[in-house]
C-alpha cells in the first residue's frame, strides 16, 4: 500500500544549537540579549517613521517594511531557539513545525526582494536624482513592496507544501533550532527528490537575481560615488554604502553557504551556526546600519523624545 500524504510522526524534538551543558546559559544569555536588541532597535525605527512626516518618502518606506519583517521573522525562530537552552526536550508539534517553516519562509524571501528595492531606490537617487521623484512614486514605491510580499507568499507556500507531502515515519529529531528545510529532509522516509530540484530552483532564484542586481546597483552607486569632488561627501557615501553591502553580503552569502553548497560540503554544526547570521543577527545589524545613523533618524528620534517631555 502507497504511504498517504499524512505525516505520521505528531510531533519533532529540536536538538538546539549545541548540547554542551557549560554553554547553555551564556548562550541564552546572549541570544537573548541580540533579541531584545533586535525587536526595540527595529520598533523604535517603526515608530520614529510613523510619528515623524519628514521620513514619509520612499527610503523610508522602504526601511519600515525592512523593520517589520525582522521584527517578524526573528519573532519565528528565535524564542524556540532561547527554549533549547533551558530545556531538556524542546518539543514542537508537527502543525507548530509547519507553521514556523512557513511563516520563516515568507518572511525571509520577501526580504531578498525588499533589498533588491532598497538598493534599486538608492541607485535612482544617487545616479538619477532629478527622474526619482517620477521612478519612485508612492503608487512605484507600493507595487514593489508589495511584489517583495508577493514572492515570499508564493514561494513560502510552494516550500511548505512540497515538505507536506513528504511522510515522516519514526525519525522526529530535527538536528537544529528551528524547523528549516534541510533539517526536515533528512527525516523523511519517502523520496526527497522532487524537493530538492525544488529547493536548488526556488533558492537559487531568490538567492542569484537579487543578488547580482543589488551588486549591479551599488557598482552604478559606487561609479557614481567616485565622481564626488568633496572629499567629505566621498567618505562619507563610500562609508554608508560600504556598510550596506557589508549586511547584504551577511545575508545571502550565509543563505548561499547553507542552502546552496554541496550535500557532501560542510557539516550541521556548520549550517546551524551560518543560519544564525541571516536570522539573528543580520536583523539586529538592519536597524544600526541603514537608519539609527542617519541624522534624519537622529533628528526624529530627538523631536520624538523632546514631544514626550512636553
Known sequence: MALENVSLVTEFILVGLTDQPELQIPLFLLFLMMYMITELGNLILI???????????????FLFNLSCMDLCYSSVTVPKMLMNFILKRNLISYVG???????????????????????????????????????????????LVLGSYFMGLFDSMIHTGCILRLTFCDKNTINHYFCDLLPLLQLSCTSTYVNEMEMFIIIGKNIIIPTVTIFTSYSFILSSILHI?????????????????????????????????????????EEKVSSVFYSIVVPMMNPLIYSLRNKDVKSALKKTFTMKKF
Open 47 to 61: 515608530i520614529l517613521i510613523v510619528l515623524n512626516s519628514h521620513l514619509h518618502t520612499p527610503m523610508y518606506f
Open 97 to 143: 513545525c509547519m507553521t514556523q517553516l512557513y511563516f520563516f519562509c515568507f518572511f525571509i524571501i520577501s526580504e531578498c526582494y525588499l533589498l533588491t528595492t532598497m538598493a534599486y531606490d538608492r541607485y535612482v537617487a544617487i545616479c538619477n536624482p532629478l527622474l526619482y521623484k517620477i521612478v519612485m512614486s508612492p503608487k512605484v514605491c507600493s507595487y
Open 229 to 269: 569632488r568633496s572629499t567629505e561627501g566621498r567618505f562619507k557615501a563610500f562609508s554608508t554604502c560600504s556598510s550596506h553591502i557589508l549586511a547584504v553580503s551577511l545575508f545571502f552569502g550565509s543563505c548561499t553557504f547553507t542552502y546552496l553548497k554541496p550535500s557532501s560540503a560542510g557539516s550541521v554544526n
